[in-house]
């Protein structure tokens, strides 16, 4: 008796990805500081340089001191292309607040798929919602030395559940730009940088104008 083989759809694919742990599930709920979770070797350190939005500085530019640092954890194969994929936590550190999030490389320049992984008591104080913090660096805006700037954007919205469009909606985002090595002095921008990002604002705020 023949029997016909299940055809496996895209959603089985989907199924089975998820259930390989790429990714942390979710938030810990530990209120520790970032720093108390050194697992890694550092990999990279960006400084955030560029700030607009409400309540930012007059002048976007500014060395704020804040940084996210990324620390490569582990390395597995992925199940479908059998080929190895690095996987990193990224530390978020501005003024007392900590945070931390899992991701992977998308190549060698560049990280993606951010998943908060824990915050600590100060940052769960200061901003409201949860998943507060959105990192991008797959938009193709490149440093002078053709690393990608981190463009990340900051919901300080006062109530959980509060997102883009809604009444009520604070948000600060900018740039950050990667050190030269990770023990290297602190980033800068240069004129040609400060320029481009000048205008890219400009263009965002006119198609935010535009959408409403």
Not at 136 to 143: E, K, S
Request: hydrophobic share 30%; with cysteine.
């Amino acid at each position: 008796m023949n029997r016909r083989k299940r055809k496996t759809s895209t959603n089985d694919g989907i199924k089975r990805l998820l259930a390989v742990p790429y990714f942390d599930t979710g938030e810990s709920g530990s209120d520790s500081d970032s720093d108390s979770e050194p697992d890694g070797v550092v990999d990279a350190v960006y400084d955030v340089l560029w700030i607009t939005g409400e309540a930012a500085p007059a002048y976007p530019y500014q060395k704020t001191g804040y940084t996210m640092t990324f620390k490569h954890v582990d390395t597995f194969t992925n199940p479908f292309r059998n080929i190895p994929v690095r996987r990193y936590k990224a530390y978020l550190n501005f003024l007392n607040c900590c945070s931390v999030y899992s991701c992977i490389r998308a190549d060698y320049k560049s990280y993606r798929i951010f998943k908060l992984v824990q915050r600590n008591k100060q940052m769960k104080s200061v901003l409201k919602v949860k998943e507060a913090m959105s990192f991008d660096m797959l938009h193709g805006v490149l440093d002078e030395n053709g690393f990608p700037l981190l463009k990340w954007r900051m919901n300080c919205s006062e109530e959980n559940g509060i997102k883009k469009g809604d009444e009520g909606y604070v948000y600060r985002q900018g740039w950050a730009k990667r050190r030269a090595s990770p023990d290297a002095p602190m980033a800068e921008l240069s004129a040609r940088e400060r320029e481009r990002l000048h205008e890219i604002d400009r263009l965002d705020g006119e198609y935010e104008a535009l959408i409403g």
